[in-house]
């Protein structure tokens, strides 16, 4: 004989109910998944990243100058088909016998060579160098005893013309210390051996200088 069970016992009479339970509470949970708007861990909602997107900046890209437009040459083109109005009239018809006469433009006139330069392409100097005309005034000069007593020294400042052909003309002392000084440098001046003339585009030339003679104790 089966024993039979309780009806309080039996589990399929509450099947449905449980069922109904069950769908209920998934679909609750589906709901609740669906509406959530933020993850555990702190993680940036969908709004949180549209915001982000937006606060990037893009630097503006500079584009360079575009180049200058190249030059370009224009070629006129010349046309011969244009005379030439005016001409110019040439006389071959001209007979020359020794009596003719040909008229010639005067030439420059050559530059004075009498006059007295100050400046000239070659300066005057003397033979041998200036070391050998300074020997000349240091061994012929005579220091003046008056001047000597006195214990007067210093430059006496000679001023001479060197003509075309070496000699020195128009000695004179511009400058002096007095005391006979003067008068004893132009007396040795005059007396000093001729120098290499000036010269001017090739040609010698008179040319004034002024030298200083030092007297000194």
């Known amino acids: 004989m089966e024993p039979k069970k309780k009806p309080e016992a039996d589990l399929n009479r509450s099947r449905g109910v449980f069922l109904s339970i069950g769908f209920l509470l998934s679909l609750f ?8 708007k933020t993850f555990e861990g702190g993680l940036l909602s969908l709004g949180k990243l549209d915001e982000f997107e937006e606060q990037i900046e893009i630097p503006i890209t500079e584009q360079p100058p575009p180049p200058p437009p190249e030059k370009v040459i224009e070629i006129i083109e010349v046309l011969d088909e ?3 109005e005016d001409e110019i009239e040439v ?19 050559e530059e004075d060579t009498d006059k007295i330069f100050l400046v000239v392409e070659k300066q005057p100097e003397p033979k041998g160098g200036i070391q050998a005309f300074n020997k000349y005034i240091g061994s012929h000069i005579n220091y003046p005893e008056q001047a000597r007593r006195a214990g007067v020294q210093g430059r006496v400042y000679i001023q001479f013309v060197v003509d075309k052909d070496g000699s ?19 007396r040795v001046v ?9 010269k001017q585009r090739g040609r010698a030339v008179r040319v004034k200088m002024v030298i200083p003679i030092l007297f000194t104790l």
């Open 168 to 186: 020195l003309t128009d000695v004179k002392a511009v400058k002096g210390i007095g005391m006979g000084c003067d008068q004893e440098a132009v």
């Open 82 to 84: 244009e005379e030439i």
């Open 91 to 109: 006389d071959l018809d001209v007979e020359f016998d020794e009596d003719t006469v040909i008229a010639v433009e005067d030439a420059p006139e």
């Open 190 to 198: 005059k007396k000093a051996p001729k120098w290499n003339p000036g």
């Open 29 to 36: 949970i589906v709901i609740v998944a669906f509406e959530w």
